[in-house]
Every structure is written in C-alpha cells, then in structure tokens.
C-alpha cells in the first residue's frame, strides 16, 4: 500500500492577519505558517493505515517557510519519503496551481490512495484533493473520517450533517479528502523531531511556472465590516461573570 | 454559453439542505442581471416531494440508480453531461460535504472556474469570507461559464423558497457506468447521548479549551445553567466530546435561547449553524475573534479562569 500526502501550509489564525499595501492579500511578513489542520489529520490517518496493514507514506509540502518543520515531523510520526515542492510561489499559490503541480509527480509515484485534508481555511478555489483526483483520473471521496482498505477496494466514511455518516466503496487508486482522523493527530516530541532530522532526508522537486488558471482574481481583501458587534462586557474575570449572570437573568433564564 | 443559472439540489434522506435554497436565492438574484432561467438540477429522490418549494423556473429531474444516493462520482458525472449539453453562465453548488468536491472534480474536467466560499455575487461581482471568517475577499466573477459554491451569509433559505412548486422536466440518463464509487449505507449518529439540538441553554466551547481535563469546568458551568455542553470542531477531533455534541458543517445546527460560546473563533463552519440561537455571548481572548460579530454581548477573558467565576456567580443568583 503506497499513500501519498499532499499537505498545505496556511496562515496560522492565532497571528493576527494584516492586508497588505496591494489590498488584495495578506501581508505575507506578518504571516505564520502552519500546517493545514485537515492535512495534519490526513497525515495521521496515513500512519494509522500503515501501522496497520505496512506500507510506505510519502508526505509533500510546498516550499514555504516552515515546511521543512511540518515535513520532519511527518517523519517521525513515520512517514517513509519526504518531498518539498520548489518553485515562484510569490504571488500566492491557489488549489488550482497546487493540484497542477502536483498531478505529474503523484502520478510518477503510482499511489495506492491520495489522502489530502478536505480542505484550507483560505482556500478559494475549491478542494486540492479533488482537482488531483481528476487530473490524475481517480475517484474522490471528501469529508472522510475513517477508511480501511480490502483488496482493491476501500470503504470509507464520509461525514454528513447531523452526525450521520455514509459508507462507500471506492476502487482504488482513490484520493480522499480527510476531514479527521480516526484518532486525534499524534504529539511527537521535538527530541525525537531533531533526532529525524539528522537521518531523514527532503527531496526538492522544482514544479517550474505555475499555472494559476481556473481560480477568480482577488481585487480587494479585508476584515469583514459586521454591521452590528457585541457589546463588549468589561472588568476583571469576577465582574465579567456576575454581569454574564445579570444578562442570563434579564433574559429570564435564570 | 446561454444565460441560465444552475442549481445543484443537495438532499438527503428526503430533505432538501437549507444551502440549496441559499444558492436559488443567489440564482434568482444572479438570473434577473442575466435574463436566464433559475434551473435546479435533482438527482433521484422523490421529484415531486423535494421540488415542491424550490424558488426555480424549471426542476431537471434525473433518475437512475446510480444517482439514487449521493456519490461525488456519480453527481459529477451526470453533471458534466449536463452543463456540457446546456452550457448555463453559472453553477451553484453548496460549499458543503456534497457541492465542494462536486465543485472541485467539475472545475477540473471542465477547466471551470471555481469560487469557493462564496456568500454573494452581485452586479458581475463575487464576495467571499475566507481565513475562517476573519478576511472577506472580492473579485470580478469570471466572464466564462463559473461554478460558485455558497456558504450562508448572503440570502435567507426563506429567500430561495416558492410558494409555487416548479415545472419538473425529466432529463435522459447519462451513461454512468463508468462510476467507481458505491453508496453502501447509513450509519446513525451514536444515539444514548443528550440531543444539544433540543437544549434551551449550550455552553460551547472551543480550541481555548486548551486540554480535555478542562471539560470538567465546562460541565460544572453547564450544570449549573442548566444546559449543556457542545463543542467546536477541534475539541471533538481531540476526542475530548463525542460527535453528537459537535456543532458545525459536519456536525448539528442548533437554536438555544443562549448560546455561550466560549473559546470558540466563529470560524463559518461553526458560526453557520448557531445563527438560530436567540441570544450568544461570546468569551475569548482575541478581539479579532470573528464570533464577536456574531455575538450579542463579548468579553475578551480567558474561558479557563471565566468558567469557574461564572459557575460560582450563577449558583449564587440562583441562591446556592
């Protein structure tokens, strides 16, 4: 079983986000890049699959500041190949371009699965994992929370509103779109990050020129203008409450 | 590439997804700019049943076992003949656990164009709400035939909902024998828990949960409003609560007469599904903290030490 992981990096939304002198993006000096939470859960839903039943996961990240971190950490979870992509990510990199970039090196890989997460928080063009899927002509399932594999096949389980879930059978190769994992992304120690470090090896893979084309052009970005904000409940931790408890009671809850 | 606007009729289990009427809504909007005709596209079902309110000039009803449960597969490929054959300006979808991918696979077979995210379009031009509600973009809508996939914000469902139902037409089955996907079955939520959709008091609480030892807080809190306890996205992945208590996309939408978000960002996946609530007082320590847009009344506190403040002034007022 090969499963290949394309993951992203997304600006970390504890930061705050500035829009930059262009108004039309933010302003990429101020941003931290994470991994895409999704992505962290497709990753571990990878490893669980190969602890289970062996195999070999490869985990690609675009080179942007930070993805040697979330690749080595990939690694000692246990993933088997890292690849970081290279390339003019300057005036951003939309799921269109990604998945273009994409296509030609999972498909030299001949993946068993493609699990990727269902998708970024600032994605707006649509899922990865579902433009890859039809560019290299497989199946897609997306919002999947538990897979096992049986043969050629997988039965997947895929998240609905309300709790409900529908299982489905997908012939393999297949890519996913992991919304969670089947258990909670592992904690690995840094200890054991920089220990990988020093024997695990990132393979550069240059994309060359990115073709942007299928997502709209952004030409303003800003904080949203909400016509009406809290009214905001001042004090120390013990007057807050007792004036939460006051407007419970206003309300006659209490 | 004629003008009408096309609407992909999501429905489960005999239930047509509010977001559907969310896009009709748009569509209508979108085809008195166009001159086109509003045409809501249903796969299998009852016709007749899930047509009845949908605010649509005409319903293209295709049936055919294949189509008769959700499949991206299959939804994709019935689509594609479709759009290939009508060649309508737009494509409304749901950003949802059906429209995204359906979005995503179309975009790509098609080379369409794809917004995502989208809470409008409106005079040639789209706005949409990324960065989990914190930044809103906007941008020309493509001059090609697009497909948009709609997040709530722009239209109430009662806007895309007709007292009138449609004229139904029934559309030739595609060739789906291609499709590599199966539906095998439903598996129920876990039943044997509260249901958080019946409560009349919800302290929710999200990533500033920090650690699931700190549930415990939460659950003192709860119990002494009288309510329960639900949760945010990150807070079920951690397995900290179990599904039932997951409010958003992929969770429960619920209408409590208060709503305690605590800890809680807004992200839209979250805040889609608590709009029903009557009043929501949002706790958390980032004043750019999208919920407090939402909210009626905020405080920038940490939930961690607010928790047990609160718990104790509510016993108090009650006279404990």
Redesign the interface.
């Known amino acids: 079983m090969k499963i290949v992981v394309p993951v992203q990096l997304v600006p970390d939304l504890v930061e705050e986000l500035v829009v930059d002198k262009s108004g039309k993006a933010l302003d990429l000096d101020t941003v931290r890049w994470i991994i895409s939470e999704p992505d962290d859960h497709a990753i571990e839903q990878a490893i669980l699959m190969k602890e289970k039943d062996g195999g070999e996961v490869i985990v690609l990240a675009p080179d942007f500041e930070g993805a040697d971190d979330v690749l080595f950490a990939a690694a000692a979870k246990g993933a088997d190949r890292l690849v970081k992509i290279t390339g003019d990510f300057e005036g951003g990199l939309n799921a269109h371009a990604l998945a273009r970039a994409l296509h030609p090196l999972v498909k030299d890989m001949n993946p068993d699965l493609v699990l990727t997460g269902v998708q970024t928080h600032n994605g707006l063009d649509g899922p990865v994992g579902a433009l890859l899927a039809e560019y290299l002509q497989i199946p897609y399932i997306g919002y999947v929370s538990n897979v096992s594999v049986q043969g050629n096949k997988a039965l997947v389980s895929k998240d609905y509103p309300g709790g409900l879930k529908a299982e489905m059978e997908v012939s393999l190769p297949a890519a996913l779109g992991i919304s969670s994992a089947e258990s909670a992304p592992r904690y690995v120690p840094i200890s054991k990050i920089r220990m990988v470090m020093k024997t695990s090896k990132v393979e550069d893979q240059d994309v060359g020129d990115l073709d942007p084309s299928g997502a709209a052009v952004v030409t303003r970005m800003s904080p949203p203008e909400s016509a009406e904000r809290a009214t905001m409940i001042t004090g120390k931790v013990d007057d807050v409450a007792v004036k939460i408890v006051a407007i419970i009671q206003e309300q006659g809850l209490l | 590439m004629n003008q009408d606007i096309f609407v992909l009729v999501e429905h489960?289990?005999g239930q047509v997804?509010d977001i559907t009427y969310v896009a009709l809504a748009q569509a209508q909007s979108l085809a008195v700019e166009t001159g086109g005709k509003v045409i809501a596209i249903l796969f299998g079902g009852n016709a007749v049943e899930l047509s009845k309110n949908l605010a649509a000039d005409i319903v293209l009803h295709v049936e055919s076992p294949v189509l008769a449960?959700?499949?991206?597969?299959a939804y994709a490929g019935a689509l594609t003949g479709l759009i290939k054959e009508k060649s309508p300006r737009a494509v409304l979808v749901g950003d949802?656990?059906i429209g995204?991918?359906v979005?995503?696979?179309l975009?790509?077979?098609l080379?369409?164009?794809?917004?995502?995210?989208c809470v409008s379009v409106k005079g040639g031009r789209?706005s949409?709400?990324?960065?989990?509600?914190?930044?809103?973009?906007?941008?020309?809508?493509?001059a090609e035939p697009?497909?948009v996939?709609m997040v709530p914000g722009g239209f109430k469902v009662e806007q895309g909902q007709a007292a009138k139902a449609p004229e139904i037409k029934t559309s030739p089955v595609p060739d789906l024998s291609g499709v590599?996907?199966?539906?095998?079955?439903?598996?129920?939520?876990?039943s044997g828990d509260i249901d958080i959709t019946t409560q009349?008091?919800l302290v929710g609480v999200g990533r500033g949960l920090q650690n699931g030892d700190n549930l415990e807080l939460a659950e003192e809190l709860a119990e002494a409003?009288g309510g329960a306890v639900c949760a945010s996205?990150?807070v079920?992945?951690?397995?900290w609560l179990p599904?039932?208590r997951?409010v958003g996309?992929?969770?429960?939408?619920v209408k409590p007469?208060?709503y305690l978000a605590l800890g809680i960002?807004g992200?839209p996946e979250h805040t889609e599904t608590i709009t029903g609530s009557?009043?929501i007082?949002?706790v958390n320590t980032?004043p750019?903290a999208?919920i407090?847009?939402?909210?009626?009344?905020?405080?920038?506190?940490?939930m961690l030490?607010?928790m047990p403040?609160?718990s104790?002034?509510?016993r108090?007022?009650?006279g404990g």
């Open positions: 489960l289990r997804a449960e959700y499949t991206c597969d949802t656990t995204a991918e979005a995503g696979v975009s790509a077979r080379g369409m164009p794809l917004i995502s995210n789209f949409a709400k990324i960065c989990g509600g914190k930044m809103m973009v906007e941008g020309e809508l493509p697009v497909l996939a590599r996907v199966t539906f095998k079955r439903y598996v129920e939520p876990e009349r008091i409003l996205r990150p079920v992945d951690q397995g599904t039932t997951l996309k992929s969770g429960k939408a007469k208060l960002s992200a009557e009043m007082i949002a980032d750019a999208p407090f847009n939402l909210a009626r009344y905020g405080a920038e506190v940490d030490d607010l403040a609160l104790e002034a509510v108090k007022a009650k």
